[in-house]
């Protein structure tokens, strides 16, 4: 319509050629009068007949030009917003587009469009639309007001006054809602006054980033329970809060849309005979619980009560799982997927494709999601499976069979320990179980000749998570005793931890490893044989590797100090239940093994180790240890914890006790009895002996215990007559010849030794009596 009056208005601006050539002929007709009547006197002068017309330059209208431009302007804002409108329309269909996949990931990736629809403000660019075909609208009714008014008042009076109420309605429309934008909503509106009100509503910002994934989720179940009109949508939307991250400001936000209303009305009208109840029902049951507040460690623990309590009335396997504990395995799984991911992209040269490889990435992609269905619904057999297919995997590798890159072999440890916590769980007052679980993967780290060996510190994450699951460690935010599932949740953040700062890992593998293999050790009923013993003392690390003040994620600081003390605990149960597995040689080895590599110089004695002290003595002086070299390894391993040590004991009761009760006095004398030459294989027990019950005798002695009953007892094989005690300073005076006679002759055979000694001998001789001993010519050799 606009365009028939603006090919006419437009007319107006160029200078009009018929009349022109009217005027042309006009002149022509004059001429022509004048040369018919050129006699006749009375005629006008010809001259004036026939003068030239002059033309005059040509200027459009003021009024014309001022009516084009409304029209012109009309017509090419309308053409404009027609373009844009297309492209708007084009906008729209391509955030409609992508429908595919389950129904859950459309309304996640529905809630990600719309967000980026909201940060590009696209909703409000095209709200201005329509105020540009109103302005086109206006346009073209101000022209034709000023067209009819130069033609003709009375038909320019009716148009006018329509297009001025026009424009007043609209102000209205645009300006009311914006008065009462604070007070009440008004009905009236036009797209600028709503453009102006969503501007000034400060809308949220939103990225589109992981992190808000969770928000995002919720805000989609928000909306989706709130708008949908379609019954089956919202049931699947109350049922997929199951799975949401729990927060006050999520619970307020799906309360609000009473969400939490609905799930109950929905767990009243669930059919028991449909096929799927049982998933139904589980789905409700945890999305009911996600408006449940946190519970406290003693809620815990009495939920896990009533969860052992229904399991055992045949009740089902359902756990209450806390959101926490969820959120932390879903992030968990994120966090592994994506490094998959960056893993095996093309440009990752390490990555090689191979069948192997594949089923490790294919496990440890799937190992979370896996480990919170066991956690939530206790099906032990499925994980058992699951860890048998690593342990055979690996065995695999071990035996040459599957190719399997560090990478995928830590993936393979990562899920490894995800399915460890959620196994332990049932295995917690069945031991046994989850120590034949590590003693698996103990095995396949142990050397093997003609075979790849598995390094040891892949085992460092599983292993941390056995220990954490049979003791409550100090150092978590949770006070002891935690119930099991707690243990679970601890495991499972310092996986996380260490999945997501791996360079943190070799700083404290010793200390996961030894601490793993001294609560082995602790559970000794399920793990004493010869060859478990030998296995976990071949895999001990070396304390010296872990530096000082290194910890463990949620243990307390100074890991490395508390595994040395954990370990002597350890120890000392495990020398007093099991006397006789000890005595077997390889065995007592192996014990010697560990205490050496636990102990440090800085190791913090909670209780004294005087019954590892007494089997150290005892493993010295064993004639089935009897060293064929100075260089003899468990000799060197045991006067080693002598040196360590040196300085922490006291003459108290208990070491008066451990002592007689192994007779180490009596054997001492013995030894010391043997009269061995420097160059005899038997002359560091010897020497030994004698050093050593110099010590222990002046030990008791200068403590002023040695009149203690179990103290006698200890001493008698060098009191030798029991009626001397009846004058205790009687006894006293034999014990202290005996120690002066000891004492010239180990420093006599210390002076006379021309072979470098283990250190303690030189610890021996400088606490030899003052009265005896004088400057050793032979003490720049230590």
């Not at 009716?158 to 009462?180: D, E, K």
Request: charged fraction near 20%; charge should be negative.
């Amino acid at each position: 319509m606009v365009l028939r009056f603006v090919i006419e208005s437009s007319k107006s601006l160029k200078e009009d050629q018929a009349e022109i050539s009217a005027r042309r002929l006009d002149q022509i007709a004059g001429i022509l009068f004048v040369v018919a009547n050129i006699s006749n006197p009375l005629q006008p002068n010809p001259a004036n007949s026939i003068a030239p017309i002059t033309p005059k330059p040509f200027s459009p209208r003021p009024v014309d030009v001022c009516i084009n431009a409304f029209w012109f302007f009309s017509l090419i804002l309308s053409a404009a917003v027609a373009l844009i409108s297309m492209l708007a329309k084009e906008w729209c269909y391509r955030f409609m587009s992508g429908r595919t996949g389950d129904p859950w990931s459309q309304v996640k990736r529905r809630q990600q469009r719309w967000v980026g629809v909201e940060k590009w403000k696209m909703e409000q660019a095209i709200m201005v639309l329509p105020s540009f075909i109103h302005l086109a609208f206006l346009s073209f009714a101000t022209g034709l007001c000023v067209y009819l008014w130069d033609l003709h008042m009375s038909v320019a009076v009716p148009a006018t006054i329509v297009t001025l109420g026009s424009m007043l309605v609209y102000a209205a429309s645009t300006t009311f809602p914006l008065f009462n934008y604070f007070v009440a909503v008004c009905p009236y509106s036009t797209s600028v006054s709503r453009l102006i009100k969503m501007l000034q509503g400060s809308p949220k910002n939103f990225e589109e980033h992981d992190s808000e994934e969770p928000r995002i989720a919720v805000e989609a179940l928000s909306w989706l329970i709130s708008t949908s009109e379609d019954p089956k949508s919202t049931d699947i939307a109350l049922q997929a809060i199951a799975g949401a991250y729990s927060s006050d400001e999520d619970k307020k936000l799906l309360e609000k849309s009473g969400a939490d209303k609905m799930i109950s009305r929905c767990l009243i009208a669930l059919n028991p005979d449909s096929n799927s109840y049982e998933q139904i029902l589980d789905l409700c049951i945890r999305a009911r619980s996600f408006f449940r507040p946190s519970l406290t460690e003693e809620e815990n623990m009495k939920a896990y009560s009533n969860q052992m309590f229904q399991k055992g009335l045949g009740l089902g396997n359902q756990r209450f799982i806390s959101r926490e504990l969820q959120g932390k395995i879903r992030d968990l799984r994120n966090t592994i997927n994506k490094q998959i991911i960056i893993h095996m992209t093309p440009s990752n040269l390490d990555f090689l494709p191979t069948p192997g490889n594949m089923r490790a990435l294919n496990i440890g992609s799937t190992a979370a999601s896996h480990c919170l269905r066991s956690l939530q619904h206790g099906i032990k057999a499925q994980t058992g499976e699951l860890f048998d297919s690593v342990i055979r995997l690996l065995e695999g590798y071990k035996n040459g069979q599957d190719n399997l890159g560090p990478t995928e072999i830590q993936y393979l440890m990562t899920c490894t320990a995800m399915w460890l916590s959620s196994l332990l769980v049932d295995c917690h007052d069945h031991p046994a179980i989850g120590a034949h679980h590590i003693m698996q993967l103990l095995r396949i780290a142990t050397r093997a000749e003609g075979k790849q060996q598995l390094r040891l510190g892949y085992l460092r994450l599983p292993l941390v998570v056995y220990a954490l699951s049979r003791r409550d460690y100090p150092g978590w935010i949770r006070p002891p005793p935690l119930s099991p599932i707690s243990r679970a949740e601890r495991a499972i953040e310092v996986i996380a931890y260490y999945v997501s700062h791996p360079h943190e890992l070799e700083g404290v593998s010793a200390d996961m490893i030894n601490l793993a293999l001294l609560q082995l050790l602790s559970d000794s009923e399920n793990v004493l044989h010869d060859d478990g013993i030998v296995t976990i003392s071949e895999t001990f690390d070396p304390m010296s590797n872990s530096g000082a003040g290194a910890h463990i994620h949620t243990l307390a600081l100074d890991t490395s100090a508390y595994v040395a003390s954990y370990g002597l605990e350890a120890m000392d149960k495990l020398i007093s239940e099991h006397e006789g597995l000890l005595s077997e040689v390889h065995v007592a080895i192996a014990c010697l093994t560990m205490l050496n590599r636990t102990i440090t110089y800085r190791t913090n004695y909670n209780v004294p180790p005087v019954k590892i002290y007494a089997f150290v003595i005892a493993c010295i002086l064993s004639s089935d240890m009897a060293p064929s070299d100075p260089e003899a390894y468990a000799h060197n391993s045991a006067l080693d914890v002598m040196h360590k040590f040196h300085g922490h004991l006291e003459a108290d009761l208990d070491l008066a006790q451990s002592l007689g009760e192994n007779e180490i006095l009596a054997k001492l004398k013995q030894a010391a009895a043997l009269g061995a030459t420097s160059s005899d294989a038997n002359f560091n027990v010897n020497l030994f002996a004698i050093g050593q019950a110099c010590y222990l005798i002046g030990l008791a002695i200068e403590s002023g215990a040695a009149s203690h009953e179990d103290w006698k007892r200890c001493l008698m094989p060098f009191v030798q007559d029991e009626s001397l005690w009846e004058s205790p300073d009687t006894a006293i005076s034999r014990l202290e010849e005996q120690r002066n006679t000891l004492a010239k002759r180990y420093r006599a055979m210390w002076n006379n030794d021309p072979i470098c000694r283990h250190p303690y001998f030189n610890v021996l001789y400088n606490l030899l009596p003052a009265e005896i001993a004088s400057p050793s010519p032979t003490m720049s050799r230590i």
